[in-house]
């Protein structure tokens, strides 16, 4: 018996193969359940002046490309793992673009990915959380 249905075989073999049975959800969980007991803490925060950001038109095309944000977070100092500065900035409707810089150097970490409803992080915690769910919104239509 093949794996898959093909041409010319018989219609029972076709329709054990077309039905697909949805695996049954007992509890869903969250991204802090499923989290717990894991320590993100950081032990050390950087507390001198923020690096300026290091852009190069020909090293760092993409970073260039957004310096006006870049260069206007940076100066706030590290807000993320004790020594890092997220970086965001609109990238149209339900849309966010992220860097990571390190506060003490200057240096991209990270840079250019996305979410659409933000990010969770802290200056004391390694955890950083894209799309958290708390900035879901829940529609609901009525007819």
């Not at 049975?21 to 001198?48: H, I």
């Not at 339900?94 to 990571?100: D, F, P």
């Not at 979410?115 to 708390?134: A, D, H, I, Q, W």
Request: charged share 20%.
């Amino acid at each position: 018996m093949n794996e898959f249905p093909t041409k010319g075989n018989n219609s029972e073999q076709s329709e054990q193969h077309s039905e697909v049975r949805p695996r049954a959800r007992t509890e869903q969980s969250t991204c802090e359940q499923r989290l717990s007991g894991m320590d993100f803490t950081v032990d050390e925060t950087y507390t001198g002046s923020p690096a300026v950001p290091r852009l190069d038109r020909s090293l760092t095309p993409n970073e260039w490309q957004y310096r006006t944000a870049i260069r206007k977070a940076a100066p706030d100092g590290p807000n993320f793992a004790g020594h890092y500065t997220v970086v965001t900035w609109g990238c149209g409707t339900e849309c966010q673009m992220h860097a990571i810089l390190d506060g003490r150097t200057g240096q991209f970490i990270s840079f250019g990915y996305g979410s659409s409803m933000g990010l969770r992080y802290t200056l004391k915690s390694r955890l950083l959380v894209v799309n958290p769910s708390e900035n879901a919104v829940n529609e609901s239509i009525s007819n």
